[in-house]
C-alpha cells in the first residue's frame, strides 16, 4: 500500500473503466475523477458528480447549500485487493474541493452491502426507495 497514490484525472481516462469494467456500463455525470496508481499503473478510479435528483440535494441540506452536495458514482478497480477501494475513496474525499457533502449508495441489486462505506466512516442514513428499473429492449446485457 505505501506506493499507492490518488491523484486527480481527465473525467475522459474513466470512460473504459466505466463502460467496460463497471456493472452500469453507462457514464454518469462527472465533476471530479480520481485515479488509483501503483507507480504508473492505473489499478482504479472514482468518480464524483451531481446527483440525479436536485430534490436530494435540498433535502439534504436546504436550499442554501444545495449546490454543495454530490454523489460518488463510480467507483471500479482493476483487481479489488484488500483494502484499496477504502484507500481510493478516502484519498480521493481529501482532494476534493471544500466544504462538500458526499452522498453515495450501495447497490443490494448487485449483492452491495456498504463495507467500504462503513470502513471510511461513512453515515448510514437508510435505504433508499424501491423504484422500477426499465431497460430498453434489445439493449439488455
Known amino acids: 500500500m505505501k506506493d499507492l497514490r490518488v491523484l486527480s484525472i481527465n473525467n475522459e481516462e474513466t470512460y473504459d473503466w466505466i463502460l467496460n469494467r463497471h456493472y452500469a456500463k453507462r457514464i454518469p455525470n462527472i465533476m471530479y475523477a480520481f485515479g ?47 483494502n484499496y477501494a477504502s484507500f481510493l475513496i478516502s484519498h480521493s474525499l481529501k482532494l476534493l474541493p471544500r466544504p462538500m457533502i458526499v452522498v453515495s449508495y450501495a447497490d443490494t441489486s448487485m449483492n452491495h452491502n456498504g463495507y467500504v462505506y462503513q470502513a471510511t466512516n461513512w453515515v448510514y442514513t437508510g435505504l433508499s426507495a424501491k423504484r422500477p428499473e426499465y431497460k430498453i429492449r434489445g439493449l439488455e446485457h
Open 36 to 82: 488509483l496508481y501503483d507507480g504508473s499503473e492505473l489499478l482504479g478510479i472514482i468518480t464524483y458528480g451531481s446527483p440525479p435528483s436536485p430534490w436530494l440535494c435540498v433535502g439534504i441540506c436546504g436550499e442554501d447549500y444545495k449546490d454543495k452536495v454530490i454523489e460518488l458514482n463510480r467507483l471500479c478497480l482493476l483487481n479489488n485487493k484488500k
